[in-house]
């Protein structure tokens, strides 16, 4: 499959954070790495995915103009950030995106997990998730331990 181009040039640029996305890109986050291993070269249900892309005033950790999705992989800081995250999420959505969120932790505990979980996310297959699996496939991966646990 190609990209869709006039999907992913539609979006709102800043490229006054041209230089920070690549800075970013470099940086080598270790979580973010990870998952990049598995998503680059359309490893993941043979979508193509960008890594820190720039979405209006935003830098998204991935994004699959394909399928407008957005992966978001949030580490502490972002426990303090909830209303900042959720304003982010907003703005994107507003765009026609669907922002997954994962917890690094989980991307660092259980990579495998992590994949599970957007190989079967509705947003990623174009499938409404059935009716049990509702909880679990909306949003981000519960975490480790919780009653909707991925494992």
Not at 115 to 121: K, P, Q
Request: net charge positive; aromatic share 6%.
């Amino acid at each position: 499959m190609t990209r869709k181009t006039l999907a992913y040039k539609s979006l709102p640029f800043t490229p006054a954070l041209r230089e920070r996305a690549k800075a970013l890109r470099k940086a080598g986050i270790l979580h973010e790495a990870l998952l990049w291993t598995e998503l680059k070269s359309k490893q993941l249900l043979g979508l193509d995915f960008d890594r820190q892309k720039i979405i209006g005033p935003y830098i998204v950790d991935f994004y699959c103009a394909e399928k407008s999705v957005v992966i978001e992989v949030d580490g502490p800081s972002h426990e303090t950030r909830q209303r900042e995250d959720a304003l982010r999420d907003h703005y994107l959505e507003s765009l026609g995106l669907t922002v997954i969120r994962l917890l690094a932790k989980d991307v660092l505990q259980d990579r495998q997990a992590v994949l599970r979980f957007l190989r079967n996310h509705p947003a990623l297959t174009g499938t409404p998730p059935e009716e049990g699996n509702k909880v679990a496939l909306t949003g981000s991966p519960p975490e480790e331990g919780k009653k909707d646990s991925l494992k």
